[in-house]
């Protein structure tokens, strides 16, 4: 490209040979009146995914700009997101992970345009659909609203980590260009992101289905990290102290909504320790009794047939998490 790109489109990928050129294809289908760059970070794969990355850059090589890295990264301890945010050149930020894929033609263009017209807007998110790895099947969509809102940051923060697909976002990499201290600690990237965007601007949700995020995809972050009950756990405490440093970070401005997401993981943590009782009562059960039936069933299972709901949760439905 002969001109500085608007949006970077950033794909960080381990492992996601498989559904790789579907991603790209979905990048580069992409209708726009301005110039995008796609940024492909490989984090040591040990299938075929550097292969196919070489096939598009190679076929694109002023489009595509990867890095291949020979020894992996994340089992350092390394953010590995901060190697496209810090060289992406675009003045906007789309995300989407190597297992994951945009559906609509026009994503990028109407969420720019809205950008374009609405400056304090720091990120735009959208509707997406939970999808099968294999067969794609729809399993649900993430919708939170029914039209276009404005999330507010106690709504992001009270949404946690589910309430936007990540294959959504598109940020201001200028309103987002320090990235807080909690975000850089914190065990997971989406959310934080979400919350920091929030703090810097507003969040903003367009009521159109564009994406696609695949569940129950071999050797992903959700499996490797959230495989054994001892694994979720500390997750849960991971995410608690997290949600402590926002709360230092922010000045305690936000301290009610995030007290009340850091209930939720504590239920969430009462649940995996097998502390039903506790988790109906007191503080916590208002949140035992918002759950839907599905998911109340789903517990009952849980505390009585816990190797069946062991391998629900391991078919991803993720609704006992």
């Known amino acids: ?13 381990y492992n996601h040979g498989d559904y790789l050129a579907e991603a790209i294809e979905s990048f580069l289908m992409q209708k726009t009146d301005f110039d995008v760059e796609i940024l492909i970070y ?17 076929k694109y090589p002023s489009l595509i700009k990867p890095i291949y890295q020979t020894q992996n990264q994340y089992s350092k301890g390394v953010r590995v997101e901060l190697f496209n945010h810090n060289r992406a050149k675009g003045k906007y930020i789309a995300v989407c992970e190597g297992d994951d894929y945009w559906t609509d033609p026009y994503k990028l263009q109407k969420q720019i345009d809205y950008m374009e017209e609405h400056p304090v807007c720091s990120m735009t998110v959208h509707a997406a659909d939970r999808v099968l790895s294999d067969k794609k099947k729809i399993l649900s969509t993430v919708r939170p609203e029914k039209g276009n809102a404005i999330f507010s940051v106690e709504r992001v923060i009270e949404g946690g980590g589910d309430l936007v697909a990540t294959n959504s976002m598109v940020y201001s990499k200028e309103k987002v260009s ?6 850089l600690n914190a065990v997971v990237g989406d959310y934080p992101l979400v919350i920091l965007a929030a703090l810097h601007g507003t969040v903003d949700y367009l009521d159109a289905n564009m994406s696609a995020y695949r569940v129950g995809v071999k050797g992903s972050w959700t499996e490797r990290e959230l495989a054994t009950s001892m694994k979720r756990i500390n997750h849960y405490y991971d995410m608690e102290r997290m949600l402590d440093e926002i709360n230092k970070y922010t000045h305690f401005n936000y301290n009610d909504s995030l007290m009340k997401a850091k209930r939720g993981y504590q239920f969430s943590l009462l649940l995996e320790q097998g502390n039903f009782k506790a988790a109906k009562r007191g503080e916590f059960r208002k949140i035992y009794l918002d759950l839907g039936a599905k998911k109340r069933m789903l517990l009952l299972l849980k505390r009585f047939f816990p190797n069946v709901a062991d391998s629900i949760r391991k078919a991803k439905w993720k609704l006992i998490q």
């Open 1 to 13: 490209m002969t001109t500085k790109p608007l949006v970077s489109i950033v794909c960080t990928s």
């Open 42 to 58: 490989d984090d040591a794969s040990t299938d075929h995914s550097p292969q196919v990355i070489k096939y598009y850059e190679n």
């Open 178 to 183: 320090e990235l807080a201290p909690f975000y």
